[in-house]
């Protein structure tokens, strides 16, 4: 196809797209962003059937075939307890493609209408949401998480929660400081002259134009969030076993690096693998999602 | 196959060093000093109010007492000049008064004496109410000596009052004599621990809490505490004013590295003599020809075992305890999971000590056929009938494992699922002292050799670490008759009678009894260790140590 | 602006109070308390030492206690260890934990931001993958992770440096830069999302139109603009950095307050906590409050009055 006849035909019909159709087109036209996703999605996969087509079950123990290498009968090795590491690696992906995107929408869910909130609003309202927040930055996020833990108690949701209670601060502070300094250009200024109301604005023409830094720490917050629930598991509050995840594979296996290092390697790739995948994803999306590069 | 090459190549990289460390140039040893690590900060070096293995290793360097233990775990006397017994006027014939005499030639690091009376005040101290010291407890057969302790909340002329009436005076300044309210056979081990060394009042007087800083920290041991860097090391040098034979070491470090991986690259690194393998790497250092060379392993008086809260539905059964616990594959754990580290237990008290008996407990031998016959005899035919059985544990590497092995052994031989609940280890600290648990991973290890000291804390009715809720009135009436006993063989008949009584009751399922497994650079000789040792193996005996070319 | 710093200060106080308050309730609230032993402590000890460390007293009580002894320069003493004041223990760990921090911080800048500039200046170049690569590949490692690989690789097997402890600038070197590396990589990654995000701007298509030099362009306008996301990011890492972490602590065995935090959690230590938060939240309080006003100098849209 020819550069001219892509010309014309944009001029000629130019289709209406909205914002999320227009990126989304574009997002599929960057070639890294497209890996990226596919990577994403076959770890989600995999995390889905391989527990279920492996001849071994991510609980089954094996006493006979304990802390053994990689070997064709177990691909990546067995732990210490003689449990298939491929299976457990796969069955793990779930817990912590989990931690990771939960964390992340309960980040944004309270984050996001907090900092924009404050920012457009300012004054009084901007100076009392900042002092909380002030608080809440004030709390080593460890000391919170245990606390919350320990009073909401074990399952794998308060988990969820108690990462997201403690890490919505940044993407509050975040929003709030990009926002403060777009809400002062001009085509925030005209909206406002043309008597647009002030969600609009916020939700229109400020959320949009902010979201590159935003996508970006959301895609940094997942393996952050990944790495919180091995933090806990190192600290003793961690995912109920047997059921593995990535954190606590890799925390598990830390103490075994001298005799047994493919405990501690085979999820760390897993784990710089996704998160290769997550940035790739995470930066088609910014450019994408870009205003002003779009047509 | 790219995955494979980084593997190995990561794995190289891992494994080289352990090759390498052989091939190393061979470090100019240090003329006698002994570096180690005691992987923390110690929270008090009081003797009085130490309680803690990292505690005692500094003690250990630093104190001596009347009485101590040989290697074996026989008693020695140090600052005594003899052990007392009924035949050289020591003990009362009725058993409750106990006199010391001193050696004269003893001295404190700065040179004065050390005299009967340092030891009446360091007892003294010891059941202070306002130092609340942990050990406090051992010490209460002394005549008023749990009045004393109790009376944290009356004024300080009741308090003098009741320091006073304390049955410990010290005759003259080489004459200790102390008044006990029963006998109390295993007094003279109680004797031997480190909270009842010597401590120095007018330091105590002058420097408050600071006494335990070095220059302060005036001992009458071997070692001298020259240096505390809070949080990163302790430097002990040889005590110039020591009474006995000079120490062969010159100087010892301890430094408080607490990571084991980080301990063991420092040991390969050559900044440590001693060093702990973590727990699941033994049999790559059995299997290296170099650090297979430098293992010190040796067996503990620490026993670990399973607690059923028998109170409470369905370990209130019997049968059902004992099911479980012969359905629990105890050798392939030690064997397998542990890398032969370790011995399984099928009884309580461990080997090494007096009322170890390896004929008992053997009917918990894993069978999984018996297991089942018990199962069906407990009622459960059917296993869906159980009510949920939950696992609780205080969540870390270790206690995980243990908790998934157990999981997987009463699912795949009872066909029992075990819901297992990790905690914080505080929060099931609390659950397990408020016996709230179902059931739960516990250790116990000595502070003296002797049955008196595993059985009635542990399973006495209402014992202060009793947490199965055992009560058994038969146990306590044994248990009440032995503490007293003073007829040696009988006391131990006594005993024995107790521990069966327990194991068959099946409160716990007894595990595995702990070993160590130490690494020392080969030219470490003389590494005395024992059972009982503190933090570090041998630092009961560090000035018999010596470093050889 | 000075009436802006003065109204802070005040908040800083109003939200030290109140961090000390929630803590304070929080620590009491949990589960498990500091005498809850593996080997239980029998009742009468207990006792003794609720009393002497005052806990035998009403919440309130406590916390008044509390108060009273911060306002005298007294932090109390710690649970753990016991013969120590928890000022003593701060004072000493937090030089050490600061100058980690501040190294590390450091290093995180001279990385992070020049290789977020060089991706953001070569799009799609082998420095923009290369910088992509870099950042996820330490954004994926956890921290004692990458530590003990440090350690494996430069102490065990080339024997070139300690594999611990405090004292010499060579025992800094790999602490700092497993501590760093993390924030390097988020920040390379903040300015790049950053200076694209500008670049994009009509005042720099106007300023490119103008003629100006790129040079110009990109320090005065672009780099100018784009430095405001990762101050927010910066300051708050920082705070985060200085108040230390456990895990490179503890690998490192270095004797900073980092782990005597957590620790003081674990152990239920109350004095030591107590102490540690308000140090911590008066160190993120500060932080904060320049990274606000350095808004103000950076953007001059953004003013306070």
Redesign the interface.
């Known amino acids: 196809m020819s550069m001219a006849e892509d010309v014309v035909q944009t001029e000629a019909v130019r289709p209406h797209h909205t914002l999320w159709g227009d990126a989304f087109i574009r997002l599929r036209r960057n070639r890294l962003a497209v890996v990226g996703g596919v990577l994403v999605l076959l770890v989600a996969l995999a995390a889905i059937f391989v527990p279920i087509f492996s001849p071994y079950g991510f609980a089954q123990q094996n006493l006979d075939a304990i802390r053994e290498g990689p070997s064709w009968s177990h691909l990546f090795g067995t732990d210490e307890l003689g449990r298939d590491v491929f299976t457990r690696l796969f069955a793990g992906a779930r817990t912590s493609l989990m931690v990771g995107i939960f964390v992340q929408v309960i980040v944004i869910v309270i984050g996001l209408p907090i900092g924009a909130i404050a920012a457009y609003a300012g004054g009084r309202t901007d100076n009392l949401i900042m002092r909380f927040v002030d608080v809440m930055y004030a709390f080593p996020d460890i000391l919170l998480i245990i606390l919350i833990r320990a009073i909401l108690g074990g399952s794998i949701y308060m988990i969820f929660l108690a990462i997201g209670l403690v890490a919505w601060v940044n993407v509050a502070r975040l929003v709030r400081g990009q926002i403060l300094s777009l809400k002062e250009r001009d085509f925030a200024t005209a909206a406002r002259a043309m008597g647009a109301p002030g969600r609009y604005i916020v939700w229109r023409h400020l959320l949009p134009n902010s979201l590159g830094p935003i996508i970006v720490l959301i895609t940094f917050g997942i393996p952050r969030a990944i790495f919180a629930e091995a933090a806990l598991s190192y600290i003793g509050i961690g995912i109920k076993p047997p059921t593995p995840s990535w954190g606590t594979m890799i925390r598990d296996g830390y103490d075994l690096i001298f005799s047994a290092p493919h405990l501690v390697l085979f999820p760390a790739i897993a784990l710089g693998i996704l998160m290769l995948a997550f940035t790739f994803l995470g930066d088609g999306l910014r450019d994408a999602l870009d205003p002003r590069l779009r047509r | 196959m790219v995955?494979?090459i980084?593997?190995l190549v990561?794995?190289l990289?891992?494994?080289?060093?352990?090759v390498?460390?052989g091939c190393?140039e061979e470090a100019p040893a240090a003329p006698q000093v002994l570096r180690a690590n005691l992987a923390g900060?110690p929270?008090?070096i009081?003797p009085n109010?130490a309680s803690w293995a990292l505690e005692r290793s500094v003690i250990m360097q630093c104190f001596q007492g009347l009485l101590e233990f040989n290697q074996d775990l026989t008693l020695k006397a140090v600052v005594a000049r003899e052990i007392p017994t009924v035949g050289n006027g020591g003990i009362s014939s009725d058993g409750m008064t106990y006199t010391f005499k001193l050696r004269t030639n003893v001295t404190w690091s700065d040179g004065e004496k050390v005299t009967a009376q340092d030891f009446e005040y360091s007892i003294k101290r010891l059941l202070d109410?306002?130092?609340?010291?942990?050990y406090?407890?051992f010490y209460f057969d002394i005549v008023g000596g749990?009045d004393y302790?109790?009376a944290?909340?009356q004024d300080a002329a009741t308090k003098a009052q009741l320091r006073d009436a304390v049955g410990v005076k010290a005759k003259d300044d080489y004459t200790l004599e102390i008044n006990i309210v029963r006998p109390r056979p295993t007094f003279l081990q109680i004797m031997a621990l480190w909270c009842t060394y010597p401590v120095r009042e007018d330091i105590i007087e002058a420097y408050g809490?600071?006494w335990?800083e070095p220059p302060h920290y005036i001992g009458n041991g071997p070692f001298v505490l020259t240096e505390w860097?809070?949080?990163?090391?302790m430097t002990f040098k040889v005590n110039e004013d020591y009474w006995g034979t000079k120490p062969k070491l010159s100087e010892i470090q301890y430094?408080?590295?607490?990571?084991?991986?980080?301990e063991?690259?420092?040991y390969?690194?050559n900044?440590l003599d001693l060093a702990r393998v973590?727990?699941?790497?033994e049999?790559?250092?059995m299997d290296d020809p170099v650090l297979s060379q430098e293992i010190v392993r040796y067996p503990e008086l620490i026993t670990f075992a399973f607690q059923f809260n028998v109170s409470k539905p369905p370990f209130d059964n019997k049968l059902l305890r004992q099911a479980i616990s012969t359905a629990i594959?105890r050798v392939?754990?030690v064997d397998?999971?542990r890398n032969g580290v370790g011995a399984p237990a099928y009884s309580w008290i461990p080997p090494g000590m007096p009322g170890y008996d390896p004929e008992l407990g053997l009917e918990y031998t894993f069978d999984v056929t018996k297991a089942r016959q018990l199962l069906v005899q407990a009622g459960y035919s059917d296993v869906s009938k159980l009510p949920e059985i939950k696992f609780q544990y205080?969540?870390?590497?270790g206690n995980?494992?243990i908790?998934?092995?157990l999981?997987?052994q009463i699912q795949?031989n009872l066909g029992i699922t075990i819901t297992?609940?990790?905690?914080?280890?505080?929060?099931?600290?609390?659950?397990v002292?408020a016996e709230l648990h179902n059931w739960a991973w516990?250790g116990w290890g000595a502070d003296y050799p002797d049955p008196d000291n595993w059985l009635p804390e542990l399973f006495g009715t209402g014992a202060?670490?009793n947490?199965t809720t055992y009560s058994n009135p038969e146990f306590d009436a044994l248990a009440d008759e032995a503490l007293s006993e003073l007829d040696n063989t009988k006391r131990l008949q006594l005993w024995a009678q107790a521990q069966e009584m327990v194991i068959d009751d099946c409160p716990i399922a007894t595990m595995y009894y702990r070993e160590r497994f130490w690494l020392a650079k080969p030219n470490v000789k003389d590494l005395l260790t024992t059972g009982m040792d503190g933090q570090l193996p041998g630092d009961m005996f560090f000035y018999e140590t010596y470093l050889s070319e | 602006m000075l009436k802006y710093t003065v109204r802070r200060s005040f908040w800083i106080i109003i939200v030290l109070l109140a961090v000390a308050f929630i803590t304070f309730s929080l620590m009491h609230l949990v589960p498990g308390g500091p005498w809850d032993r593996e080997k239980t402590l029998p009742p009468q000890v207990v006792e003794n030492l609720n009393i002497k460390y005052g806990l035998d007293k009403s919440f309130f009580e406590q916390f008044g206690n509390f108060l009273w002894g911060v306002l005298q320069g007294d932090l109390g003493l710690s649970y753990t260890y016991q013969d120590r004041d928890v000022t003593d223990i701060i004072l000493q760990g937090l030089p050490k934990t600061a100058i980690l921090g501040i190294t590390a911080f450091l290093l995180a800048i001279i990385i992070g931001i020049p290789l977020g500039m060089a991706a953001a200046l070569r799009q799609n170049s082998i420095i923009d993958y290369f910088s992509v690569f870099f950042s996820t590949l330490f954004a994926s490692i956890p921290g004692f992770v990458l530590g003990i690989f440090l350690i494996i690789l430069f102490s065990v097997t080339l024997h070139l440096l300690p594999t611990g402890g405090w004292g010499s600038p060579k025992q800094l070197i790999m602490p700092a830069f497993a501590l760093g590396a993390l924030p390097a990589a988020y920040i390379a990654r903040i300015t790049r999302a950053s200076i694209l995000e500008v670049s994009r701007q009509d005042y720099i298509r106007t300023a490119r139109a103008k003629g100006l030099r790129e040079r110009v362009v990109m320090f005065r306008h672009i780099l100018r603009n784009a430095l405001i996301p990762v101050l927010t990011i910066a300051g708050p890492e920082l705070a985060f950095l200085i108040a230390g972490s456990f895990i490179i602590e503890t690998l490192f065995s270095i004797p900073g307050i980092g782990r005597l935090f957590v620790q003081g959690v674990f152990q239920r230590d109350y004095g030591l906590i107590m102490g540690a938060i308000l140090f911590y939240a008066f160190a993120v309080a500060i932080v904060n409050l320049i990274v606000d006003l350095l808004y103000a100098v950076v953007d001059p849209r953004i003013r306070y009055d």
């Open positions: 995955k494979r980084i593997f990561f794995t990289a891992l494994i080289l060093p352990l390498l460390i190393g900060e929270s008090t009081d109010r109410p306002d130092l609340a010291c942990e406090a407890g749990e302790f109790g944290a909340d809490a600071q335990t860097v809070h949080q990163d090391h430094k408080m590295i607490t990571d084991q991986n980080a063991l690259a420092a390969m690194n900044e973590p727990t699941g790497s049999k790559t250092i594959d392939s754990f397998k999971v205080s969540d870390t590497a995980r494992l908790a998934q092995f999981q997987g795949d297992l609940e990790p905690m914080e280890t505080k929060a099931f600290q609390e659950l002292n516990f202060g670490n947490h």
